[in-house]
């Protein structure tokens, strides 16, 4: 979905290595690479979980894959690593930011009590989420 090799962006090829992209219209190579225009929206299902300190805090954690392709296309995190999201879980869609996690090597979503009570899930539940990351140049 978001590799060169599925994305819609591509209108030419140069050569097999070397492609024209649609969202900038540069050449850029294709061997597994990114255009930094292009959007990075994941979408995943995971398990819907409350930590156990007080406060009641609930996350849900990203896959490990789609914690590398986040370091991979915003290297520079904010405050404790952190890199802004625009989160969406049964059609409630908030923004947020993910947090790494030492004990995973992923990155927590955080889903607070609003959401949760508006998408109608609880602890212990498989949630689908789908995020847009924010990019260093904006897209």
Do not use: N
Not at 54 to 64: D, I, N, Q, R
Not at 99 to 123: I, T
């Amino acid at each position: 979905m978001h590799r060169w090799a599925a994305a819609a962006g591509f209108v030419q090829a140069l050569s097999p290595l070397l492609r024209v992209c649609s969202l900038c219209e540069a050449a850029h190579d294709a061997s597994g690479g990114y255009c930094a225009r292009m959007p990075l929206e994941l979408a995943f299902e995971g398990d819907l979980w409350q930590h156990d300190s007080a406060g009641g805090w609930h996350f849900v954690t990203l896959p490990l894959e789609l914690a590398e392709e986040i370091r991979e296309r915003a290297p520079d995190g904010r405050g404790f690593g952190s890199r802004r999201v625009t989160a969406s879980i049964g059609g409630v869609t908030w923004s947020t930011s993910v947090f790494p996690d030492s004990g995973s090597g992923s990155f927590l979503l955080p889903v607070k009590q609003q959401v949760r009570a508006a998408s109608g899930v609880e602890a212990g539940d498989v949630v689908s989420v789908t995020l847009q990351v924010d990019l260093p140049d904006g897209s």
